[in-house]
């Protein structure tokens, strides 16, 4: 068998970002992509590459598209079983739904079947990375972890902390068994294979000072963590904020007095900032995390995309599973499209794809190595099928070019479009593990 692949089709190669003006101008189609141990080699003609590389085998898809993976950088996990919950605003949603949730996983065996459900469900949706909330439970840590390593998947994820009585009971840890359970996860995953560790105080709502404290510290002490976090998602969110925290400027302040402000913080939401919580934001580098369709699905609000990217904030894209309405990116995507227009701005599909790939990767400090179709990247990669349906083959039929293709695809695709995973170069599904 020879170790190098050549998959042909029309590659989408971005060269730099689609915001900075131009957004068709931003990447290039190339013919083929060549992938071996893991890697991209190289991007071009398919002849120039098939000479370049005799005996490679060749995997030809002929009118479909060749993307890196797609990036989700925030979501719950633990949340897989009660997506498309019905009829609840953030707060009540999460004592209806989610907390009854997540204490099944102090059940180890549990938290592992959700886990490895949860990985084929966004497999089967073309996403490569997530970037998950677990629960407090440093074993439901320890299972999506184990998973991802099992399939080679790049992934960040962290065990969540609360310890405030506005969690329940059963839900709950303290400041100095978040520190020394975060601390040890730290040590078991973060840095091994393709893992990250993310230090993950749910929201300021549910950890008391002493705990953003503690994981302030943390923080500090492993700087090349990520931290994920949530902010300012509701208005009667941010109320409740300001009540618990009486001595805080603003809902960001919560983090940032307790050290959890920084250029590898994700703050998931931020959809109602003042303008003193985008200048701190922007000036740290910290990323935002638009999630739309949970935005939507719970009424949160509509993300001010155009304006905050205007300003040089750093921003990714997620689901938000299980607050989101859907696994899949390309519907997000679609829902992203569809607050922009709310906001009086239709986003280009170049926007839409970058933010769901190499922006995305970027927020997560992992742009070098996935999120885009370059060689020395990871081959990362799916192949989109844009005949898929009935519904989708008489749309792009009519496609002028391949932004039109790829729009459409983004509106009116879902799993079925996912016509292959590749993780590392290898088939997700074919035997990996
Ligand atoms: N804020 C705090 N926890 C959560 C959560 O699980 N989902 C959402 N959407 N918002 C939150
Ligand atoms: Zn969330």
Known sequence: MSETVILTGRVLCFDRSPFDGDPAGAARVEEAVAIAGGMIQATGARDILCAAHPGAELVDHGNRIILPGFVDAHAHYPQ???IASWGKRLIDWLNTYTFPEEMRFADPAYAADIAALYL????????????SYCTIHPASADALFAEAQRRGMRLAAGKTCMDRDTAPEGLRDTAQSAYDDSRALIGRWHGIDRLTYAITPRFSPTSTPAQLDALGALWAEHPDCLMQTHLSEQTDEI???LGLYPEARDYLDTYERHGLLGERGLYGHAIHLTDRERARLRETGAALVHCPTSNTFIGSGLFDMDGLMAAGHRIALATDTGGGSSFSMLRTMAAAYEVGQLRGRALHAAELLWLATA????TLHMGDRIGTI???MEADLIVLDPDATPALAQRTARAEDIWETLFATIMLGDDRCIAEVR??????????G
């Open 80 to 82: 897989t079983a009660i």
């Open 120 to 131: 084929d469900l966004v497999t089967a949706n073309g996403t490569t990375t997530v970037c």
């Open 239 to 241: 109320d409740w904020v």
């Open 359 to 362: 922006g995305s990767a970027q």
């Open 374 to 376: 370059a060689p020395g």
């Open 423 to 432: 993780i590392a170069g290898r088939v997700a599904g074919a035997g990996a």
